[in-house]
């Protein structure tokens, strides 16, 4: 089999890894979010296989998210403003890990993980965070009210997004020496 076939199915193998445990991940919530458990496959298979695979395991998680009902809270409110902030974040994730690794892979393979793991759920929430801005505001203002916080911004900090990433972020950490087994063995170095 020749190395753009062996590419392929690769990519294939990992976009069916994103979406089981994107399906499956819904049904584990924190607070009001779910957490993103595809985000390791995502890393590992933007380390594999590039950037270009990287943001295409992103934008089938995001696209995961859409179809499984995960952010059904949010396309009441903007259907507009959802469907680009879920694909766009999960697409940049996955872009911006590939990157990553790719520019440090050369000096240190274990920084060049470690880095991805860490930018993947930065980006992801960063990228959430700025749609809820843009998108989202008046009822996150509300939404805050009704639950007793402070203003939006901690709600959005505090309430939707702190817990959620640090546990992603945590994830993708603890996991980074799987991670760069599993890049070895994929890449047979």
């Known amino acids: 089999m020749n190395q753009k076939t062996k590419n392929m199915v690769g990519a294939g193998v990992f976009t069916a890894i994103v979406l089981v445990l994107q399906f499956l991940g819904g049904a584990f ?67 911006i ?20 793991a860490v930018v993947c759920p930065v980006v992801n929430t960063g990228v959430f965070l700025l ?18 916080y402070e203003n939006a911004g901690a709600y959005m900090i505090l309430g939707l997004a702190g817990t959620n990433f640090l546990l992603e972020i945590g994830v993708n950490v603890v996991l980074a020496p799987v991670i760069s087994r599993l890049i070895h063995i994929g890449k047979k170095e």
């Open 29 to 95: 919530k924190i607070g009001p979010l779910n957490i993103n458990v595809s985000l390791v496959p995502i890393v590992v298979g933007a380390a594999v296989y590039g950037w270009k695979v990287g943001a295409w395991l992103g934008l089938m998680s995001g696209a995961a998210i859409l179809v499984a009902g995960q952010a059904a809270d949010f396309l009441a409110i903007s259907p507009l403003g959802t469907v680009a902030t879920v694909l766009v974040k999960g697409t940049l994730c996955g872009l």
């Open 97 to 116: 890990a590939g990157l990553v690794y790719t520019a440090l892979s050369k000096k240190s393979k274990w920084a060049a993980i470690i880095l991805a």
């Open 131 to 148: 749609g809820c801005l843009l998108f989202f505001m008046d009822t996150l203002r509300g939404w805050a009210e009704a639950l007793g």
